[in-house]
């Protein structure tokens, strides 16, 4: 090869990598040059009984991102998977959980969908952190009202961190307190805040303020209802180096344009 055409080669060459860096980079710069994160809501709650470990396998099979699930504490401290307070609407028995011991929850069935108890029992944060491993990410819901559920912050992280999953492991809340606790826990941890519109929320209307930059920089993504989600909100969050999930969308002609991630309980679908 000539002197000419080496010298060529080593420009063409440097073009491409240059070329390939901006693109990488254009992509980091820009949450939306990816396909959003696919989340199985409840496990996929379309495919089974909610936030059940059969349903969470559908979920996974399905071929879902990650795996949405609700956590509550039980009366003896332990961890557990379920969406409500109560267990009054997903198995045959009754109560509250917090009031109850795992195993006075355990005695009762999760209800199939047809609303017949099946022969599985509510789960451990513990039996779902073993189905998921290795195998999808989590996108985890601490369920928690002022007073309530003392510790559950520092119980599920540290279940995570037993099982070595802090890499698949994302926490979110409603509850500011819930994020702060764990924020104080591991500044490190991936923490998202879930949104609902209330009126006169900057977050809602897209103005990220000094304060709300000040009170949620260490917030990852701000996951908001999908009846109040709009392009100038996602377009806002996306300036301001934050990402947009937005839940519960359930057909994939329904998924607005330009977020990071979709909540379903249909993941089959997309």
Known sequence: MS?????LTL???????????SCNKAAMN????HR?????HRGGADLGMENSLSCIEKGIAAGADMIEIDLHLTADNQVV???????????????????????E????RLL????????????TLEQVLELCKGRCGMLIEIKKKKDQYIGIEALSDSLVKQHGMQEQVIFQSFNDDVLEKLHAIDPTLRLEKLLFYRSGSHLFDGTFTSYSAEKYDYVASFNICKTFVTQRFIRKMHETGKEVKVWTVNKPSRAPEHVDGIITNRPDLF
């Open 112 to 123: 199939d969908q047809n609303g017949k108890p099946s022969d599985e029992t509510i789960p």
């Open 30 to 33: 820009n949450p939306t040059a």
């Open 81 to 103: 998977v379920c969406h409500d307070r109560s267990i009054n609407r997903t198995t045959n028995g009754k109560g509250e959980i917090g009031k109850m011991t795992l195993a």
């Open 3 to 7: 002197f000419v055409n080496c010298k």
């Open 105 to 108: 929850i355990q005695q009762y």
């Open 11 to 21: 420009i063409f060459a440097c073009v491409l990598a240059i070329s390939a860096c």
């Open 36 to 40: 959003p994160v696919i989340v199985a």
